[in-house]
C-alpha cells in the first residue's frame, strides 16, 4: 500500500473541502482530502448571497482559480456552465401566513440582492456543484478518495488515516488537519472537543426535500386576486420564506423545475412535534395542514430528491468550545450551525476558507492566528445566533419578524455597500457598536412582544429600530414609503 505525506489532510469534500483544497493546490502544497460519501449526492444548503459571491470571486482572483469566476453570477454561471444546474436568485421574499386568510399588501416583505437576473444570486443545485468543484479540485492536483472507510489517529505532531476507498487500501500522513465534515465533526470528535450548544438562543429543527409540480407563489397570488405590481423582481425568483406561526417554509427553485423546499419549526413552540417514532412524512402533512396557501401550492407536488424520500433534521443549532488547534482547523460550518433563515452558512463557510488559506499559506505566527481564528468563528456563530432567533422569537406577528430581518439586512448591505474596516468580521460580528445595537433592540422586541404586538407598539419598535440601525443603514430599510418593498437593497452592479 502506498503512503501519501502530504502538507495538509482534508476530511469533507462539500464545496468547503474541495474549494480550500483546490486553493492549497493551486499554491503549490500537497493536499489529500478524504471524503466518506461519494459524489454526486445530495447535499442541502442551496442559498448563495451578494457576500457570498463577493467571496467566491475574492477567492478566484487571489489564487489563480479563474474557472470558480462563472460561479459568481447567474448570468455568466449558465453561460459557461449550463449542466451545472441552479436557479435564479433576485432576493428574499417572505409571505406571512399566521392568520391562514388570504395574503394582504400587509403580508408581503421584498427584499432585491441584484438588479437584474443577469447579475443575481444562484441556488447551487448541491449534487452538482459539489461533484463540479471536487472534479475541478482534482484536475489542480488535489489527492482524493471517496467512498473512503477509514480511521483517523493523531497526535501533537501528526495526522494519520489509514483506510479503504474504490476497493484500495490507502494511508495518508499529515502535519496538519482541516476538518470540513459538518455535522460529523470528525476531528472534533476524535479529539474530544466539548460542544457548547446549550449556549445558543434558536432552537429549530427541519423537515426537507426537493419536489416537482410546486405551484409558483405567483400564480397563487394572482389566483387569489393578489396584487404583485409593487414587487422589485419576480416573487419566486428569491428565496421564498412562507412565515407561519409556528416557523417558516423556504423554497428555492432551480431551473429543472425543482424546487428545494423545507419547514423549519421552532422547537420552542411545537416540541410536541419531535417525537422519534413520528414520520417525516406524517410531520410534513401535519404542517401543511396549518396552512391552505401551502396546501393549495403543494397540490400536485411530488418529492424527487433525494431517492430516500424527505429528510428530517432535530435540533439544526450546534456550536463547539473550540474552532481550531495548533496543527488543526474546521471550517465554519464543522465549528457550528445556526439556521438555514438569512442564508449565512455558504458565505461564512467561504470567508473562513479565505481565513484558513491564508494562515495555512503564510509561514508566520500560524499558531496565534488560528487561536484568534477560532475565537472570530465562535463568536460569528453566536452573532448569527442573536440575528435569527428575534424572528422566532417574534413569531406569530409577520410584521415584528420582518422589523427583526432588517438588523441581518442592515449587516450585510452595509457590508456590500461600503468598504469598511468593520467588512473584516461576518455581519459585523467584530463590531461592538452593531452587537449592542442587537442587544438593545433584542430588549425592546421583549417588550413589544409581551405588550402583545399591538400596531402602535409595531410603530414604536419600527421607529427605535430605525434609529438604532441609522449608522448601517444604506440602503433605506424601513423606509415606510417602501411597504415592504426594497429594491435599493440590491448590491452594487
Ligand atoms: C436545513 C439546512 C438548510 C440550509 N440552507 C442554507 C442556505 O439556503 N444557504 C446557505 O448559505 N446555507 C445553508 N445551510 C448551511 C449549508 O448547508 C452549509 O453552510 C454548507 O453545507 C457547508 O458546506 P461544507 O462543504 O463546509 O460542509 P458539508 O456540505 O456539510 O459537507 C460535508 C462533507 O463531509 C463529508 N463527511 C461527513 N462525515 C465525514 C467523515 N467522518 N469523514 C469524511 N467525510 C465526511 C460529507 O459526505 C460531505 O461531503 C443550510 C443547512 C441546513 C442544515
Known amino acids: 500500500m502506498t503512503v501519501h505525506h502530504v502538507d495538509t489532510l482534508i476530511l469533507g469534500s462539500g464545496f468547503g473541502g474541495s474549494l480550500l483544497s483546490m486553493i492549497l493546490a493551486r499554491a503549490g502544497r500537497s493536499v489529500a482530502v478524504v471524503d466518506r460519501g461519494r459524489h454526486p449526492r445530495f447535499a442541502i444548503g442551496e442559498s448563495s448571497t451578494p457576500l457570498a459571491n463577493t467571496s467566491l470571486n475574492a477567492l478566484a482572483q487571489q489564487y489563480n482559480l479563474p474557472e470558480l469566476r462563472p460561479l459568481t453570477k447567474y448570468g455568466t454561471w449558465k453561460q459557461s456552465c449550463p449542466d451545472i444546474t441552479c436557479g435564479v436568485k433576485r432576493g428574499f421574499s417572505y409571505f406571512g401566513h399566521s392568520t391562514n386568510y388570504a395574503l394582504r399588501d400587509g403580508d408581503q416583505m421584498l427584499v432585491a440582492a441584484s438588479g437584474s437576473a443577469e447579475l ?16 475541478q479540485a482534482g484536475r489542480c492536483g488535489t489527492l482524493q478518495f471517496q467512498g473512503a472507510d477509514y480511521t483517523l489517529a493523531g497526535d501533537d505532531a501528526h495526522w494519520h488515516v489509514e483506510g479503504v476507498a474504490n476497493e484500495s487500501g490507502f494511508k495518508l500522513t499529515a502535519p496538519f488537519v482541516i476538518d470540513a465534515t459538518g455535522t460529523d465533526s470528525a476531528v472534533l470528535s476524535h479529539l474530544r472537543v466539548p460542544s457548547q450548544t446549550a449556549v445558543l438562543r434558536t432552537n429549530s429543527r427541519a423537515i426537507f426535500g426537493h419536489f416537482t409540480n410546486v405551484a409558483t407563489v405567483n400564480s397563487m397570488l394572482q389566483e387569489r386576486g393578489v396584487d404583485s405590481y409593487r414587487h ?19 423554497q428555492l427553485r432551480f431551473d429543472d423545475d425543482t424546487t428545494s423546499a423545507g419547514f423549519v419549526l421552532d422547537n420552542r413552540v411545537s416540541e410536541t412535534h419531535t417525537s422519534p417514532g413520528r414520520g417525516a412524512s406524517v410531520e410534513w402533512n401535519q404542517q401543511m395542514q396549518t396552512c391552505d396557501f401551502l396546501q393549495q401550492q403543494f397540490r400536485s407536488a411530488s418529492v424527487v430528491r433525494p431517492d430516500t424520500g424527505l429528510i428530517r433534521i432535530g435540533r439544526l443549532q450546534r456550536l463547539t468550545t473550540q474552532a481550531a488547534g495548533r496543527n488543526w482547523a474546521t471550517l465554519p460550518n464543522t465549528a457550528g ?17 479565505e481565513r484558513l488559506a491564508a494562515i495555512l499559506l503564510a509561514t508566520d505566527h500560524r499558531e496565534e492566528k488560528l487561536n484568534r481564528y477560532s475565537a472570530q468563528i465562535i463568536d460569528e456563530l453566536r452573532h448569527v445566533d442573536d440575528l435569527v432567533e428575534g424572528c422566532y422569537a417574534a413569531l406569530p406577528n409577520f410584521r415584528l419578524w420582518c422589523d427583526w430581518c432588517m438588523l441581518y439586512f442592515a449587516a450585510v448591505t452595509s457590508t456590500e455597500q461600503t468598504n469598511t474596516d468593520d467588512n473584516t468580521s461576518f ?9 449592542d445595537v442587537v442587544s438593545k433592540a433584542r430588549s425592546r422586541l421583549r417588550q413589544v412582544t409581551k405588550d402583545g404586538g399591538t400596531s402602535q407598539a409595531c410603530d414604536e419598535f419600527e421607529n427605535q429600530l430605525r434609529s438604532l440601525l441609522q449608522p448601517w443603514n444604506h440602503a ?13 437593497t440590491a448590491a452594487p452592479a
Open 427 to 435: 455581519l459585523h460580528a467584530g463590531d461592538e457598536r452593531f452587537r
Open 232 to 250: 422589485p423582481f419576480p416573487c419566486d425568483a428569491a428565496a421564498v420564506h412562507h412565515v407561519l406561526k409556528n416557523g417558516w417554509m423556504w
Open 476 to 488: 433605506g430599510l424601513l423606509d415606510a414609503d417602501c411597504r415592504g418593498m426594497y429594491s435599493r
Open 337 to 353: 450551525f445556526i439556521d438555514p433563515l438569512h442564508s449565512t452558512g455558504i458565505a461564512h463557510t467561504l470567508c473562513g476558507i
Open 120 to 135: 443575481a444570486d444562484t441556488h447551487w443545485l448541491r449534487s452538482d456543484v459539489d461533484a463540479l468543484l471536487y472534479r
